[in-house]
């Protein structure tokens, strides 16, 4: 039988790859509570505006789990993302420049649904590997 921290990490890891890298960002429905707290990006509409970013600005982006660790009720990950420039990003016009850079996310999970999120990307990085410097 699962332990409560072996489902809420399997909860995660579905979650990150229906919506992050499936881009099925209506799974939201699906993976976060009623009263989800946005803590990165304000809302699960925020939340999805932002994977819509990326998603066309990176449109060969994957993400890839290198650690995950329930404790709890909260799933901690770290993970990367690579992707190719190809879509406007902020502002910023395609460069065709790749990016690969690590990010933290922190989750809490209730009864099988994502209740929290907040998390944080290494943008120095990441901003650098676009402009090529």
């Not at 039988?1 to 499936?22: D, L, S």
């Not at 992707?83 to 460069?95: V, W």
């Not at 099988?112 to 402009?131: C, N």
């Amino acid at each position: 039988m699962k332990t409560m921290e072996q489902k809420n990490v399997e909860t995660v890891n579905q979650f990150i790859e229906a919506f992050w890298n499936q881009s099925e960002l209506d799974s939201v429905d699906r993976f976060l509570s009623n009263d989800y707290q946005e803590l990165s990006y304000q809302s699960k509409e925020g939340l999805k505006k932002f994977a819509a970013t990326i998603l066309e600005a990176f449109p060969d982006k994957q993400y890839t789990v290198e650690e995950i660790i329930g404790q709890g009720d909260k799933v901690l990950v770290r993970m990367t993302v690579k992707g190719t420039h190809q879509g406007m990003f902020f502002g910023t016009a395609p460069t065709g420049n790749t990016i690969d850079v690590t990010l933290y996310r922190q989750y809490r999970v209730e009864d099988g649904k994502i209740a929290e999120h907040r998390g944080w990307i290494d943008m120095v990085t990441m901003w650098s590997q676009i402009r090529g410097s």
